[in-house]
């Protein structure tokens, strides 16, 4: 995701890359190869946040509170796409969000946001289905159910324990859910096939996010579904 939202930001018009942060070895430091030259970033965060307006965070849940802290420290907008957040993280993140707009979600796709607002709309409307949930995602994947799925299930009333999920290939990622009333049912389904929507949907997020006032924010209030 890191290296989807670099190269991306670099072929904009409108967005300039102004730091890049990762991880090499046991230090913050190392080289991104884009295209012919070679990106380097290192693990100075304070200084990457000086003079920037939005930081973008699809690291790791165990980073994500120093992350909070050091963008509420800088005065930057937070748009977080870390999965898998503790307690710790949740609050690390809204304590920010007192002084920077925070926008946390588990997943950026637009279709994604989407499909969440239509399950709200077909829970509501059909309290008497029994509803199914299953996910699909690559071999490499550590989290099961993902952390989309466990956001689905929570608005549709799945429980964790009943989400089905397969770990196969190289899928970006596939969720279904079904409205079962017996003699009909209503099936909603979104599948990704590129892992760059994830990024086009976190830019299309951090360019809203700028500007804004300190709060914490959602993928729904970008699309206007809020």
Sequence with gaps: MGRAIVLRIMDSDDLQLHAAIGRAGGDLVGELVVGAGTLRYSGDLAGALAGCDVLIDFSLASATAAIADAAADAGVALLSGVTGLDAAAEAALDAAAVRVPVLHTNNTSLGVTLMMHLLEVSRAALPG???????????????????????????????VAEITHQRTGDVPGEHEVVFDLGAERLELNHRVSDRGVFADGALIAARWLAGKPAGRYSMAEVLGLE
């Design 129 to 159: 289905a029994r509803v199914r949930l299953h996910e699909v995602h690559h071999a490499a994947k550590l989290d099961a159910p993902s952390g989309t799925a466990m956001m689905m299930g929570l608005v549709t009333g799945v429980p």
